[in-house]
C-alpha cells in the first residue's frame, strides 16, 4: 500500500529517494503509473513525484528544440513555435489527460499508445538522463529499446526543427478523438526538389514499441516523393511490423492498414 509521496525540488535528492529499490515509483503526470498504484498491481510503497523537478521548460534556439521531460503534452501543444507537433498531440487521449500528462512518461507509455514517443523517434530525438549527481545522453530509439536504469530520470529531449514540408504525421483511431493507435505514422523526408535525400519515417502501433520502418525508408531514398514511388515504399512498412491485437484492432488489420496509412502520410490522400 502507497505509504508516502515525496515532492522533491532537486534531482539529486529525487535520484536518492528512488535509490531505495523497486517500490519506490518516479511519478510523472501519473496517467498511467497512478491506475497500477491504485489496483496494487505491484506493490509500491512510495512515490517520487517530479511536479517541482527543474524539468518542466521548453526551449527552442536557432532551430534546435528543448522539451523538459516534466513537460505536459498540453504545453507543447500550446507553444507556437512546436505548430507541426500540434496534429500529435492533439491526436494524444484528451484535454485532461493531456494537462497532466508529460513528454518524458510518453516515452514509457507502451503501445499503442506513445504517440508523441512515435514522433520524437522520427525527429531523431536525443535524450538527457540525470544519473550519478551528472547526466549521460541517449538516443530516443535507445530509450524506447531498452528504457533507462533503475533510479534514473529522464531530464529533456531534443530535436532539430523540421523544414517547411518536411513533416508528416497521421494517426489512425476507432474514433476521431479520445483513442489509442490503431497505426501511428510519423515521418521526416527531405527532399532536393527531385528526388528524397532523407528519410525517416517511425510507426506506433506496429509492434511493442515505436520502430523504424527502415525498408521503406530505403525504398524511397532517391526515388521523387511521388505517388507511384510513396506507395511501392509503402508495401515494405510490413517489413519492420510485428502488429499486435488488442481491444482496438486486431494484428491482422493493423497489418493491412499500415501501408495505406503510411501512404496517405506522406501523400494527404
Ligand atoms: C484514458 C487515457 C488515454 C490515453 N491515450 C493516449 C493516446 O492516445 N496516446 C498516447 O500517446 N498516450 C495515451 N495515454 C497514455 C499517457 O497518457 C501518456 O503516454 C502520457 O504521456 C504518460 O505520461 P505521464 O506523465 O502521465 O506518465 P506517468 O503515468 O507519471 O508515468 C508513466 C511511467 O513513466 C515513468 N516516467 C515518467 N516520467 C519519467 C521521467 N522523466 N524519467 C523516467 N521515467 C519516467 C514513470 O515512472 C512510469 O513508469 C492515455 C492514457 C489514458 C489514461
Do not use: C
Request: proline share 6%; charged share 20%.
Amino acid at each position: 500500500m502507497l505509504q508516502n509521496v515525496f515532492v522533491p525540488a532537486d534531482l539529486g535528492e529525487a535520484a536518492a529517494r528512488l535509490a531505495a529499490g523497486p517500490t519506490v515509483a518516479l511519478l510523472a503526470g501519473g496517467t498511467l503509473l497512478m491506475p497500477v498504484v491504485n489496483t496494487e498491481a505491484t506493490p509500491i510503497r512510495a512515490l517520487v513525484s517530479t511536479r517541482k523537478l527543474p524539468i518542466r521548460d521548453i526551449a527552442v534556439e536557432e532551430g534546435r528544440v528543448r522539451l523538459g521531460a516534466g513537460t505536459t503534452l498540453a504545453e507543447v501543444g500550446r507553444d507556437g513555435r512546436l505548430g507541426f507537433l500540434r496534429p500529435t498531440i492533439e491526436s494524444i487521449a484528451s484535454p485532461p489527460i493531456r494537462n497532466l500528462a508529460t513528454v518524458g512518461g510518453n516515452l514509457f507509455a507502451p503501445q499503442p499508445y506513445g504517440d508523441l514517443a512515435v514522433a520524437l523517434l522520427a525527429l531523431d530525438a536525443s535524450v538527457e538522463i540525470a544519473v550519478d549527481g551528472g547526466s549521460r545522453p541517449a538516443s530516443v530509439a535507445d530509450v524506447l529499446d531498452h528504457g533507462v536504469a533503475a533510479g534514473e530520470i529522464v531530464t529533456a529531449v531534443g530535436f532539430d526543427l523540421p523544414a517547411a514540408g518536411t513533416w508528416f504525421y497521421t494517426k489512425a483511431m476507432r474514433r476521431k478523438l479520445n483513442s489509442a493507435s490503431i497505426v501511428t505514422v510519423a515521418a521526416r523526408i527531405a527532399t532536393d526538389g527531385a528526388v528524397v535525400t532523407e528519410a525517416r519515417i517511425a510507426l506506433g502501433g506496429a509492434g511493442p514499441r515505436p520502430v523504424r520502418a527502415r525498408a521503406a525508408e530505403a525504398a524511397l531514398l532517391g526515388k521523387p516523393l511521388a505517388a507511384e514511388s510513396v506507395a511501392a515504399a509503402a508495401e515494405r512498412a510490413g517489413d519492420d511490423a510485428d502488429p499486435f491485437s488488442d481491444a482496438y484492432a486486431s494484428a491482422w488489420y493493423r497489418g493491412r492498414v499500415l501501408p495505406v496509412y503510411l501512404r496517405r502520410t506522406i501523400l494527404g490522400a
